[in-house]
């Protein structure tokens, strides 16, 4: 059976959790197939709030397989403790798995992630100083501890010793700090080694496997389009292949297993960290959207950068990901505004540009808007698209006339339940 991808079309936080969640319902298997613990996925439910970060968002409902896929980066003692939080709280994790092929983040990935930031000063990237980057750097650079090698601990124990003398190498020659210690380090990874050995696959073949008996596989990217080391603001991206490429490479699975590319939007933009963002608002409604949108990271706690839509970029994120269903998100966090502004070309020099450009510098690329009215009351009871505002129909209605997509569904609020589905043919063809 085909499967699902859901991938995030701007800087992150677009409700990939959410969204998940709402789709994982009706699935058999939920799969994140790139990124690590720099993720914040946000569900909630009635009181209840989860923050997953390397779990994949299926796993509240107990009869999904969750797997971290071979192409993620995992800190086992994130996961661990994402594990027993959840544990801790009557959710079963006894269908999460980890493939053997994902890389671990060591603790002096983590040092080094914080290092290079400092020491790149004011061109740092403003990461999530999780550990990524070098983590990633060290399976290109075929280098990285594999969670294979938490199953034989001698082998393990010479990776790591080869690992610590190279890095103490990079720690305190480059950055002139004090170096880290082998003994301590084994001492922590064994336990974790012992801890998540009875959830380490070969997620190869049960993904495969589970294709030929048409189990309903939903994957789950994390960060988003604009961030993929490929394709995004580079420099200013995270160190995996966000993109619906990714979920091949990922997982080591064909292009023809895939199926349904969900897109997600935001009704407007935020990005967290460094780097361009055209769209940026720096008046008082970026204020006014942060706090209504909540805009805070559930990873950092960072405040994020709020702006308007930018669908110069949004149709370059939905063509490289061969989109074909979008949902946008937090439109409820629109409903004060009396203006809502909508970026559908740059201006560069005096020069007008549709397409996104490679080298996007804030500060010679500027937004060209339409402005749309607002519709000024509350929408986030709203659950039937024909009761919307219809200055909000006309927004939702120019985003698909633009993008050339219909849009599937529309998320009012930060409930499992406060969703429009726009499409509902479409909708239950695919999630039934
Ligand atoms: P993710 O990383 O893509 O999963 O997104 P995050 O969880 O980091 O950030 C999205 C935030 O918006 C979370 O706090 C969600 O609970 C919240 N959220 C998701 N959808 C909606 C929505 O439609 N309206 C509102 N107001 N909040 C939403
Ligand atoms: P989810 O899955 C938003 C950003 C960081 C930084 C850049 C590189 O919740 O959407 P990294 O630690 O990955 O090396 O940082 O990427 N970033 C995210 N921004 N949401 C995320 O994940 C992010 N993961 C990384 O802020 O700008
Ligand atoms: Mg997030």
Known sequence: MPSN????????????????????????????YQGGNNSGHSIHIKNRNFILHLIPSGVLYSYVKCIVGPGVVVDPKSFIQEIRDLESIGINTSKVF????AHITMPYHRLLDLYKEEYLGNRSIGTTHRGIGPTYEDKIG???????????????????KYNIDFKNKIITKIYKKKPIIFESI?????????????RIIDAVYEIHDAFRNEKKILFEGAQAMLLDINYGTYPYVTTSSTSTGGVCTGCGIPPNFLKNFIGITKAYCTRVGYGPFPTEIVDRVSAIIRKKGNEYGATTKRPR????????????????NG?????ITKLDVLSELEVIKVCIEYE??????KKFPLNLDQNIIKGVYIDFPGWKIDISHIHEYKNLPDNCKKYIKFIEDYLSLEVLLISVGS????????NKSSFFKIFS
Do not use: H, P
């Not at 936080?13 to 939920?30: A, F």
């Not at 950068?305 to 490289?320: E, F, H, P, T, V």
């Not at 560069?348 to 540009?353: H, P």
């Open 142 to 160: 075929r280098m990285g501890i594999r969670a294979l090698d938490f199953l034989d601990l001698k082998d393990f124990s010479k990776k790591l």
């Open 305 to 320: 950068r709020c702006g308007w839509l930018d669908l110069i970029a949004l149709q370059y994120s939905c063509m490289i």
């Open 5 to 32: 991808v859901i991938v995030g079309l701007q800087w992150g936080d677009e409700g990939k959790g959410k969204i998940t969640d709402l789709l994982s319902k009706n699935s058999d298997y939920v799969i994140r």
């Open 98 to 101: 980890l493939a053997k092929r």
């Open 348 to 353: 560069c020099k005096g020069k007008i540009l």
């Open 186 to 198: 084994y001492e922590e990874y064994i336990e974790y080694a012992k801890i998540l050995s009875d």
């Open 415 to 422: 409930e499992r339940n406060q969703n429009i589905i726009k």
């Open 323 to 327: 989109i074909n269903y979008l949902i």
